[in-house]
């Protein structure tokens, strides 16, 4: 039973909220709006697994918000210039991937702490937002194609839905049934041991935040299609957001552990909250004060691989 | 009795210190050896040339009669060696299987792509844990929730995955209880049943003549002497590694 309510516990809360809004939340349960819930979540879900990824070789980054954000402005600006679309998607993909390149280089090569790296390139992809755009959005009328990339359909299904479920069943195939997956489990779990067992421990926490940035570009992209428009620091509240939702699926399913479900859930957990407050009439404000309630909430209850993350030199 | 390994006139200094100058090392196939002598005395490092953890300045090593050179523990692993650290180097929240098979999992294809073999795992590593006579059923319970001597068990059985010949074990029972070393204690005798060479290093003079076939002890960084532990009572043996009779 007790072991029932550690793995299932969150899930069920969430559960309870998602039925308290369905009868309290005017509006709330029209298709319309649990859609809108769903489309805002896949940001939120593809930007968390992205950092999933990189806490579960036990590395945080704190970057992956302000690289979503410079991805979409090169995203953004390459389209607004002229370019072909998909070539402008391949380079906001590009940015983003290279930038968690350099965090990984800068925490397994340069021996930074990943606290302090990510810090720095957040800082410097902010720098370079601003740099590229003057501080003005990219705006226009865009090519179909790339917008129905955000706002289209498959089979019925909204695309940003279809892209999410890839996104978290593809990463939640890897992290539980790979090779791969179980090396940057065991280099998260116990770093020297792994290294003793064979397992390229450095090359895992270079996996690990080079697939975070890969996954804010694929969020970026998703963002700019949405808006079809491209601003800086369009990307800057997921971070707290995205952190957030791994926190609370790190009391889920696997607690004490980063895992892929757990952070699916969460993210749908934290969305549904966010549309939820709003519907109620909360104040604006209300939001981030319960981001930072679930995020001390959740450390305070499984805290350890983040203690490692954040305190590993 | 053909020597599985021999360790020739081994010196090794770190700056000015000498740890070893001139220690000699021969092991039986199948038998227990016990490596003792007192703090300082260079067990550990003679064992880390062994291991392939440090390279000796002078003297060779052989195995299985052939002159090798160990630059790292991934030669030694080649070589049928494999070290047991004092920590075990387990991930005490991963499961016994993934412990065992850590950095070797098992995988099968699934419509052409590699996924991980959990049943074929879980499988191999109930027969090493019998091999072993260990008895633990699930082998995905964690390993943080094992006691001291089941956490031998794992270690070893990772050993034996990787297929060694030759397990030196580094003052295993150092943190153990009472009941905890004497299951210990089992493991090693099983191990040799099962044809596998241990070299154990301890302080333990009981546990010694109870497990060893011999005993070498090292002195000042150079090998005092290697005997038998037939008829050796654990004062006799504490007695000459103090250098006293
Ligand atoms: N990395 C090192 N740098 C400097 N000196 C070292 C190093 N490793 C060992 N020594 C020294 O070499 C000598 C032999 O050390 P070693 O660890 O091999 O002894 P030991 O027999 O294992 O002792 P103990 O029973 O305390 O474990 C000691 O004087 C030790 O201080
Ligand atoms: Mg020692």
């Known amino acids: ?313 | 009795m053909s020597d599985i390994l021999t360790v020739r006139n081994a010196r090794k200094s770190y700056g000015a210190v000498k740890a070893l100058r001139g220690a000699d090392l021969s092991v039986a196939a199948g038998e227990v050896h016990a490596l003792c002598g007192d703090n300082g005395a260079g067990k550990s490092t003679l064992i880390k040339l062994v291991s392939g953890v440090e390279r000796p300045d002078e003297g060779d090593i052989h195995v299985r009669g052939e002159k090798v050179r160990l630059a790292n523990p991934h030669d030694a692993l080649a070589a049928g060696i494999a070290t047991i650290h004092q920590d075990l180097g387990l991930a005490p929240r991963m499961m016994i299987y993934q412990n065992i098979f850590m950095g070797s999992e098992l995988e099968r294809r699934v419509l052409g792509i590699k996924v991980l073999d959990r049943a074929a795992m879980i499988a191999r590593s109930q027969d090493f844990l019998i091999s072993l006579n260990s008895v633990m059923r699930d082998m995905t319970a964690k390993v943080e929730n094992l006691s001291g001597g089941q956490r031998q068990a794992v270690a070893i059985c990772r050993a034996l995955r990787w297929k060694a010949e030759i397990i030196i074990m580094d003052e295993p029972t150092a943190a153990l209880g009472v009941r905890e070393t004497e299951e210990v204690m089992k493991l090693i005798r099983r191990l040799k049943e099962n044809g596998v060479t241990v070299i154990l290093i301890s302080h333990n003079m009981h546990d010694v003549v109870a497990v060893a076939d011999r005993v070498t002890i090292l002195r000042g960084g150079r090998t005092e002497t290697s005997l038998s532990t037939d008829g050796l009572t654990s004062q006799a043996l504490s007695e000459r590694i103090m250098g006293g009779a």
Request: glycine share 10%; net charge positive.
């Open chain 1, 1 to 313: 039973m007790r072991d029932f309510i550690a793995k299932y516990g969150t899930a069920l809360a969430g559960l309870l909220v998602f039925v308290f809004l369905l009868v309290f939340a005017r509006n709330f349960a029209s298709s319309a709006n649990l859609l809108n819930v769903l489309k805002q979540t896949s940001f939120l879900a593809i930007l968390a697994t992205g950092f999933t990824f990189a806490l579960l070789t036990s590395e945080l980054d704190l970057s992956f918000a302000n690289l979503a954000s410079l991805a979409a402005v090169v995203t953004g600006g390459l389209i607004a210039g002229g370019t072909f679309w998909a070539l402008a998607v391949v380079a906001g993909l590009a940015v983003a991937t290279l930038g968690g390149l350099v965090n990984g280089f800068l925490v397994t090569g340069v021996k930074v702490p990943s606290l302090i790296a990510t810090l720095g390139t957040a800082a410097i992809a902010n720098g370079l937002t601003f740099m590229i755009t003057g501080g003005v959005a990219f705006v226009g009328r865009w090519d179909p194609m790339f917008l129905a990339l955000a706002r289209g359909e498959l089979f019925g299904i909204p695309v940003l839905v279809v892209v999410m479920a890839a996104v978290v069943l593809i990463a939640w195939f890897v992290t539980r049934k790979t090779r791969l997956g179980t090396h940057m489990l065991a280099t998260g779990e116990a770093q020297e041991a792994a290294h003793r067992a064979g397992i390229a421990t450095r090359r895992m926490k270079l996996i690990g935040l080079t697939l975070s940035g890969f996954a804010a570009g694929i969020a970026a992209v998703l963002l700019v299609a949405n808006l079809s428009s491209a601003s800086p620091q369009m990307a800057g509240d997921y971070l707290l957001n995205g952190i957030a939702a791994v926190l609370l699926g790190m009391t889920m399913f696997e607690p004490g552990r980063p895992n892929i479900a757990g952070t699916f859930v969460g993210a749908l957990i934290i969305s549904m909250l966010a549309n939820g407050l709003v519907l109620l009439g909360a104040p604006y404000y209300l939001q981030d004060i319960m981001l930072g309630v679930i995020v001390i909430a959740s450390v305070s209850v499984s805290a350890s691989v983040l203690k490692k993350a954040a305190f590993s030199v």
